[in-house]
């Protein structure tokens, strides 16, 4: 099932908040349209974001008629901004439009109709790069896996969030293909389920054995000895590894720390942001508080009760073991390994 | 609002599977519909179990029509037998049956009529004690809040898990009668969301300000500064001060523990149990797979999917700051504490 799909000068974009119930897809003629699918998370996850974000602006590019290159870059601007401004911390989300960006500004070609082929162009590599990005990660990862382990993830890092295979989940997938034994425990993730919904989904469609837990019950499953290892994703990672994912992967690594069970976070490298120096840094996007107080429309809180729901939280580099990246796995201290990964070192 | 009543022969037990969205009670004329009740946690919290198995025993005893005492207690001790299976953590529910038990075999009355009406008397007073026992519970634990406090709370341990006001609760509104400005943060506590249907409720209703937040906010909370004591109450307390309590308290006293945040648990003496070691003595009942992967009967899980939905969790008495108890607060080390409270030591 692709996450999204390029078809006739539409983007097609796999509807989340209905899986698994329901397999839909979100047909977008226009970047606005792309803009609320991302605001309400019809399609999540960084890399997911990013490359929807790619497509997004060169449907957007469509749509001018200026045929004025100055113009034609300066309306894309504006586009790029409302892009930009629907999820505020996942990075790829900027990554990808930067990117496309500099490859119009970079582009040598006058002609308004070249630019906005290549825009597209760029989008789709985008796409295609993160199947591959994933695989390479999946590479990585997979060695940190021991045979027989059994694995805890939060939210959805998996095929869903990306081009395919996914992050975390593809770390996952590889152990598996690599001929180890690995079973699946399952946060569900309050508020809107990705767990439950996404992640136990493609398990189960992998055949890897999985079991769901409400995000309450992971602690006590590792001082059962339950858990042998922890692996989520990231929505963006610090020049110094601290790592901003979905809200309640801090408490997990906090918990994985006192249990002495090793904590990672798989994501590429455009997830990893060196201009970010540290967590404090990275802006938590609040959402709205219905999402708590009213799943699926029901009232499971009396009316008018304030609700805090933080999107993401940010678990500081001392509690991540390892970060398994596109160009291979990073280790403490993070300032050193994330910078060799880019070259920069 | 009334937890249970006793009205004409029958015992009322509020739903609270349906708040906040409605009031209604049930009406048990017969101990097997009491025993349904407490197995589909219509009333549930250890003290509030606690009473309506004493007037299930009750109901159970005015249905005998044996005029024999030894047919009478031992037909008694069959329905006691029943109700006490109906869940396995919460050590009052076995201690109101032992006390009806004892109260029964102590009694010189030969006539089995007037032992009926002694099982009625004795459950009544346990009800009645309970509220007393609150009272004492929040005066003793109001001195651990400090003024300005945030208190971190998980599942409903409140006046709708007693006879009135409530352990944990109980405290907390015993600080503000105090004259201390408090807000709390409730949990939801997934999967049967008693911290968002009924602990928000309650603290709305006594208009102590109150946020709700997802099981998996709590710790980032925390990390932020945002919460000042966890306090929790507790189904069964260990002679060496391991707490039994709702899955996921665990999780928090692990998490109260990394940011020094004292986290406590209050509940009665009749929650302690000398006779249980050690938390590795105590029966963690499994629930239904559904109440995790079919709330309110919606499919947020695909079919067949495999859950674990532990109810309670143990947390080990090093992670415990203080237990507050109706007989005083016990600190480690709580095998002397607790032993002291019942004038053992």
């Known amino acids: 099932m692709d996450t999204m799909r390029w ?26 349209t792309v803009c609320q699918a991302i605001r309400r998370l019809s399609v999540r996850g960084a890399p997911a974001i990013g490359a929807a974000a790619a497509y997004g602006l060169a449907l957007g590019a469509f749509s001018l008629d200026t045929r004025d ?9 504006k586009i790029a901004a409302d892009l930009a401004a629907t999820r505020p911390t996942a990075v790829n989300l900027q990554w990808a439009l930067d990117r496309l960006l500099a490859a119009v500004k970079n582009s040598a070609a006058g002609d308004v109709a070249e630019l906005k082929q290549k825009l597209l162009d760029e989008a789709h590599a985008i796409y295609r790069e993160d199947l591959e990005s994933n695989r390479r990660m999946g590479r990585f990862g997979q060695e940190l896996v021991p045979d027989g382990a059994v694995i805890l993830t939060h939210c ?25 034994r690995v079973s699946v425990m399952a946060d569900e993730t309050r508020p809107l389920l990705q767990g439950a919904r996404l992640t136990a989904w493609e398990m189960l469609q992998e055949n890897i054995p999985v079991t769901l837990v409400a995000d309450n019950m ?35 690594a906090v918990l994985a720390d006192a249990h002495g069970i090793p904590c990672y976070s798989a994501a590429p490298l455009s997830t990893v942001d060196l201009e970010t120096k540290s967590g404090e840094d990275i802006v938590i996007e609040e959402r709205p508080a219905e999402e708590v107080a009213r799943p699926y429309g029901l009232e499971i ?34 300032e050193k390994s994330l910078a060799a990964l880019f070259g920069r070192s």
Do not use: H
């Open 218 to 252: 992971a602690g006590y499953a590792m001082a059962l000895g339950k858990v042998d290892l922890v692996i989520v994703g990231a929505d963006r990672i610090a020049a110094n590894g601290d790592v901003a994912n979905k809200i309640g992967s801090y408490s997990l």
């Open 301 to 334: 809180a009396p009316p008018g009760m304030a609700v805090a729901n933080p999107a993401f939280d940010v678990t500081p580099a001392r509690l991540i073991t390892a970060i398994v990246t596109d160009a291979g796995v990073a280790r403490p201290p993070y």
């Open 156 to 180: 959805n890092a998996g095929a869903l969030a990306t081009a395919g295979l996914g992050t975390a989940l593809g770390v996952i997938r590889a152990a598996r293909d690599a001929g180890k």
């Open 69 to 77: 290159r100055r113009d034609f870059i300066s309306a894309l601007e």
């Open 7 to 32: 078809s006739g000068g539409c983007l097609e974009i796999l509807d989340q908040t209905l899986l698994p119930e329901r397999v839909e897809y979100i047909k977008c003629r226009d970047y606005q």
